[in-house]
């Protein structure tokens, strides 16, 4: 990192829209900061791994070689590494550092089908006109919280698989095969087969015991009735079924890549000045300044009333 001009590098996961979301809330953080800053994707770092857990052992390196802050020949450079939770949280096996910082949902693209703007999104990205758009498709909380109770019965499987470590068909890593038509209730022949082998499953690794399965169905319902769904549901799969859904209701629509295209086009809609966004952008401002970065006097008692509101919003 020292041939490089940049002062503050921001490790990322993802290629579609980490970049953009996250580079969006480190520069509104830095801006007043003027450091030249620089996004890394995991994939141009060589650690081990692939996507976060590249990004885990490269921060680990740098951690382990007190270099997450540096200061060589007088040039001080900073680290910071934002990732996905996933459900690192539920597993207690987040990283505790200044310098790690996580969505406050499974991940990124949570955070973009929430404060994003789902119909402008859909009009750019199907080429529709907006009063057609508007007059046909919800907004993004009311699609957002009918997939996820649509898919409430693949997130008990596979939460609960996780934390039981049961390695079977149940993942995060695919869509729900519950759901055929992806936009719809699942089909309760395939809910009682899938739970089935699921619960049998978890009867085999924990000799007999299916308790601990039935508190990982438990825990999700509660989750779900306390509206934080979106910790446990991936938004990854957002995109996937708005794009089968438009392409279902339109066979003209452009159909190449359209997950990714709406997720970019959703992020571009983003003003990121959500809870979550203002806590990540303090967290990267903080760490900058403590790395010995220096505010323009005008901003230090601007940032100072700036904390105590994120303080008192936060009790």
């Not at 002062?7 to 900061?33: P, R, T, Y």
């Not at 779900?224 to 708005?242: H, M, N, P, S, T």
Request: glycine share 6%; aromatic share 10%; charged share 25%.
């Amino acid at each position: 990192m020292q041939m490089s001009q940049s002062q503050f590098f921001i490790f990322i996961e993802g290629k579609n829209s980490d970049g953009f979301v996250h580079g969006n809330n480190c520069d509104k953080a830095l801006a007043d900061l003027k450091i030249q800053y620089e996004l890394i994707r995991s994939d141009q770092i060589g650690s081990d791994g692939r996507g976060k857990t590249r990004l885990i052992s490269h921060f680990k390196l740098l951690s382990d070689s007190g270099l997450l802050i540096n200061n060589f020949k007088g040039k001080v450079t900073a680290s910071v590494f934002l990732m996905d939770k996933d459900l690192d949280d539920f597993r207690g096996s987040q990283i505790d550092s200044d310098h790690v910082i996580y969505t406050h949902f499974y991940d990124v693209e949570n955070h973009i089908f929430n404060e994003g703007d789902l119909q402008r999104a859909i009009s750019a990205a199907c080429n529709l006109a907006p009063q057609r758009v508007r007059q046909g498709f919800p907004d993004a909380s009311t699609w957002n919280m009918r997939i996820t109770k649509y898919w409430q019965e693949w997130v008990r499987l596979c939460f609960t698989a996780n934390m039981l470590r049961l390695d079977g068909e149940a993942n995060y890593g695919r869509p729900s095969p519950l759901n055929p038509v992806p936009y719809a209730p699942p089909h309760s022949k395939l809910v009682k087969e899938f739970e089935s082998r699921s619960h049998k499953m978890a009867r085999q690794v924990h000799s007999g015991s299916c308790q601990e399965w039935w508190d990982g169905r438990m825990q999700v319902d509660a989750l779900y009735e306390d509206g934080r769904q979106d910790e446990i549901f991936k938004g990854k799969w957002y995109a996937e079924v708005l794009a089968r859904y438009l392409m279902d209701l339109d066979p003209d629509v452009d159909k190449r890549a359209l997950a990714s295209v709406l997720v970019r086009q959703m992020a571009s809609t983003m003003t990121f000045d959500s809870k979550w966004s203002r806590e990540v952008q303090s967290r990267v401002r903080k760490l900058a300044v403590s790395a010995g970065f220096r505010l323009p006097p005008q901003r230090v008692g601007a940032d100072a009333c700036a904390n105590d509101r994120t303080a008192a919003n936060s009790e």
